[in-house]
């Protein structure tokens, strides 16, 4: 009767540590699986967050680069809007040169011929 006595301990002892291990192994997997679902959660939530910064910074960078090349386009016209003003400028500036002079030997040409020279109209620079 000692052996089956002894065979039921042991069954029932190898019966009992399987039970228990079956238990631990579930409260184990159950621990990990909510780890993983926080974790993973928290991974999505960091994702989500950097996918919305980086949507963020690339529409700051379109505005931006859009601001910088309307500046360039205005810069650019200016520049050929000066420019074109500098040469206006200039021909001007040649032509009433070349007008002054012209008037001078003309009233040289009048004093020698003894034609009576008009008077200077006011507010020209002689």
């Known amino acids: 009767m000692a052996?089956?006595?002894?065979l039921a301990?042991?069954?029932?002892?190898?019966?009992?540590v399987t039970a228990l291990a079956a238990f631990l192994g579930h409260?184990?997997?159950?621990?990990?699986?909510?780890?993983?679902?926080?974790?993973?959660?928290?991974?999505?939530?960091?994702?989500?967050?950097?996918?919305?910064?980086?949507?963020?910074?690339?529409h700051d960078a379109a505005q931006s680069t859009a601001a910088d090349r309307m500046i360039d386009q205005l810069q650019e016209e200016l520049t050929r809007y000066?420019?074109?003003?500098?040469e206006r400028l200039d021909?001007?500036?040649a032509e009433n040169r070349g007008y002054r002079a012209f008037i001078g030997v003309?009233?040289?040409?009048?004093?020698?011929?003894?034609?009576?020279?008009?008077?200077w109209p006011e507010g020209l620079p002689r």
């Open 3 to 6: 052996d089956p006595v002894m």
């Open 27 to 58: 409260l184990l997997g159950a621990s990990t699986a909510r780890r993983t679902a926080r974790l993973q959660a928290d991974t999505a939530a960091q994702t989500a967050a950097a996918q919305q910064e980086a949507t963020r910074v690339a």
């Open 91 to 93: 021909r001007l500036e």
């Open 82 to 86: 000066r420019k074109a003003t500098d």
């Open 9 to 16: 301990w042991i069954a029932f002892a190898g019966v009992s």
């Open 106 to 119: 003309q009233r040289d040409h009048m004093a020698q011929h003894g034609i009576p020279l008009p008077d």
